[in-house]
């Protein structure tokens, strides 16, 4: 685990070095920020696989903790709004750029 690194880029974006987690996967990763505030990964590198990780959220003042295998279950089954399609097409995407 490294300390947020922040830096300007010649062409005026900021770049940035982290750790951060995505699902259930710890990872090292650059992101850049251009001028217009979208976030980019430009590289990611993946530390530690499948993480014993709860993730929480409230409903109606009630807080809701999960475990992240839940959470991926439920964001996969929610295919039919196409949502759920959307969120395995980008965890595909990803685990084919590991």
């Keep these: 685990i490294i300390p947020m690194q922040l830096h300007e880029a010649p062409n005026g974006a900021w770049d940035f070095k982290a750790t951060a ?3 259930r996967t710890l990872f090292n990763s650059l992101f850049q920020v251009p001028q217009n505030g979208v976030v980019e990964i430009k590289e990611d590198h993946p530390l530690v ?7 929480e959220r409230f409903e109606n003042g009630l807080r809701i903790v999960r475990d992240g295998r839940d959470v991926q279950n439920d964001q996969t089954q929610q295919a039919g709004d196409g949502q759920g399609a959307a969120l395995e097409a980008q965890r595909r995407g990803q685990a084919g750029a590991l």
Excluded: A, I, Q
Aim: no cysteine.
């Design 49 to 55: 696989r499948d993480l014993p990780v709860l993730n």
């Design 21 to 23: 987690r995505y699902g």
